[in-house]
């Protein structure tokens, strides 16, 4: 029974099945037709003997292995690779189907390949999940055929493996290896002019690209082309160290509207992985705060080994709510908890005016003790349908609609400046690198 269950039979025998009725009916009427039939009818049993015979005469002919990483990062490309080596003494054409996790909703992840005898060869191919949990990975299956092409023979390969889906770490890696090169610039990180004198003097090293070219030391330079050939050195400064900044992320309701895939939830989860370890190589002291319509995951500011691991893992679990977030009592907490001035970055989102002017009175509060800086989004929908053009009465009245919501959205930060509270409007595939740019801005500026 195994073995029927692992032979297919390719369209093209069909056809000659098909044609072979034609013909043995055709026999009734031109009876020299019978003849013909019946060599193609013994002919075509022939082929497929010949065909099953190659196909299923070796043992353990082909072999499959997936791998992956063991843990895939949400919204990126993740790779993953299947390993393929032909056994057989003849060239093998392959369909490969991989069991993909039904978080992919994807039944037609199909590979073709062609392996020579004793051929290996590699698929490679990525994967971009779009929310966090447990993904399970299932069997690889291989339907190989001969170069008969009549029948195919399914081998299975059990590969199930379990792969938790964290946070875009592969973003914060680049945004790390960018940050070690000072090259933060070419991801969108902007320059800030430094204001002020709370940095101290580090150390003097070679010139890298970008350096400010007034901070060149040029005894150093003369030295060092005396000696070690031609070079700039420059002095390097350093911030001031040991701030605390902390990500406030609302869970709310508001925050499960998707874009490109991602929930609001998503892209500040990224962000904040991204935004708190560069403050840990910055040396400040990085900490998080969920909240829905009471106070979720708490994890205090801290430098300390292991506090981004401590943030992975609190931001994996996080899930959005449906009741009305509760401002107030995130007010309280920190009230109760933070005694230390800390930047405040709270990811959350308004719609209109009058959503924002409820929660103005707690924003106010956290204000007077902190640099609060509320992030919230701009619906990049909303900007295309103002970007288009409306041909018709019904597309006007969408238009009109979309230019009052957006207009809302601006008032927005103009209603926070006015009580000094700092504002970032961004469209959610930009959050990252514009938080970053916030961030460095309050350090430039010595706001924290």
């Known amino acids: 029974m195994s073995f029927l269950r692992s032979i297919y039979f390719k369209p093209r025998v069909f056809y000659a099945l098909t044609a072979l009725i034609f013909l043995f009916l055709l026999g009734f009427v031109l009876p020299w037709v019978f003849p013909v039939a019946r060599v193609v009818f013994f002919g075509l049993i022939v082929f ?25 990062s949400n ?35 199909a590979f073709n390949a062609t392996l020579q005898p004793g051929e290996r060869q590699t698929l490679r191919y990525d994967l971009r999940p779009t ?12 339907f190989a055929e001969s170069p008969l092409g009549l029948i195919q023979r399914r081998y299975r390969f059990s590969q199930d493996k379990t792969v938790a889906v964290y946070p875009s770490y592969l973003q914060m890696r680049q945004y ?3 940050a070690h090169a000072n090259r933060l610039n070419e991801l969108g990180v902007k320059r800030v002019r430094r204001i002020g004198t709370s940095r101290e003097f580090e150390q003097i090293r070679p010139y890298s690209q970008g350096d400010d070219v007034r901070t060149i030391n040029w005894r150093a330079t003369a030295r060092r082309s005396d000696a070690a050939g031609p070079g700039l050195m420059v002095n390097a400064f350093q911030d001031e160290k040991s701030q605390a900044i902390y990500c ?18 998503d892209y500040a989860i990224n962000a904040t992985l991204v935004l708190s370890n560069i403050a840990l190589l910055k040396q400040d002291k990085a900490g998080v705060v969920t909240f829905a319509e009471t106070i979720g995951q708490w994890l205090p500011a801290d430098r300390r080994s292991g506090q981004l691991q401590r943030i992975l893992n609190l931001l994996y679990r996080q899930k959005t709510r449906y009741p009305d977030t509760d401002y107030e009592a995130l007010y309280l907490h920190l009230k109760t908890h933070l005694r230390q001035r800390s930047l405040l970055l709270l990811f959350t989102n308004f719609e209109t005016v009058t959503g924002l002017r409820r929660q103005l009175t707690h924003f106010r509060r956290l204000a007077k003790d902190h640099l609060l800086i509320v992030v919230f989004f701009e619906n990049t929908e909303l900007r295309a349908l103002l970007d288009g053009p409306a041909p018709t009465t019904e597309a006007i009245y969408l238009k009109t609609i979309a230019e009052k919501y957006f207009y809302e959205k601006q008032q927005m930060v103009r ?12 469209p959610p595939e930009k959050l990252t690198v514009n938080a970053l740019n916030k961030y460095l801005e309050m350090k430039a500026r010595g706001l924290i």
């Open 176 to 178: 790390e290896l960018m």
């Open 131 to 142: 929310r966090r949990g447990e993904y399970q990975f299932g069997t690889i299956n291989l």
């Open 248 to 265: 406030l992320i609302d869970k709310g309701r508001v925050m499960k509207m998707p874009f490109g895939g991602l929930s609001l939830l």
């Open 415 to 426: 209603e926070l400046a006015q009580y000094g509270i700092q504002a970032l409007l961004t």
């Open 48 to 72: 497929l003997l010949l065909d099953g015979i190659l196909l299923y005469a070796p043992k353990n002919a082909l072999f499959a292995r997936r791998e992956l990483p063991d843990r895939l």
């Open 75 to 109: 919204g990126d490309d993740n790779p993953v690779q299947i390993f393929l080596e032909n056994r057989y003494t003849l060239p093998i054409r392959l369909t490969i189907l991989d069991e993909l996790p039904v978080q992919f909703q994807k039944r037609d992840a």
